[in-house]
């Protein structure tokens, strides 16, 4: 069983900065972690991702505006999200992959980019 809870949402203006973390707890270990995302009237998208080996990846569209990090011995995932523009505007989701190879996923935290 794996648990996990965002936070750090809300609403900031075109330019602003957010930090959103995600707290996971449970049996399991997880080795990969992910942020995505869904704006309304689209589909859900990988925003970054890290494993425990701290590789990173980043969709194009927030490269060099978005950090994820990992900080293990606090079983907790951080996405710091810097230069906001209006199309970041969705539910960010946690996404965790277990040895097991299920995926567990949190319930989302709104973002909302707007002057």
């Known amino acids: 069983q794996v648990q996990l809870v965002e936070s750090g949402g809300g609403l900031v203006q075109p330019g602003g900065s957010l930090r959103l973390s995600c707290a996971a707890s449970g049996s399991i270990s997880l080795i990969a972690m992910s942020w995505y995302r869904q704006a309304p009237g689209k589909q859900r998208e990988l925003v970054a991702a890290t494993t425990y080996g701290d590789t990173r990846t980043y969709a194009d569209s927030v490269e060099g505006r978005f950090t994820i990090s990992r900080d293990n011995a606090k079983n907790t995932l951080y996405l710091q999200m810097n230069s906001l523009k209006p199309e970041d505007t969705a539910v960010y989701f946690c996404?965790?992959?277990?040895?097991?190879?299920?995926?567990?996923w949190g319930k989302g935290t709104l973002v909302t980019v707007s002057s």
């Open positions: 996404g965790g992959g277990a040895t097991n190879g299920m995926v567990y």
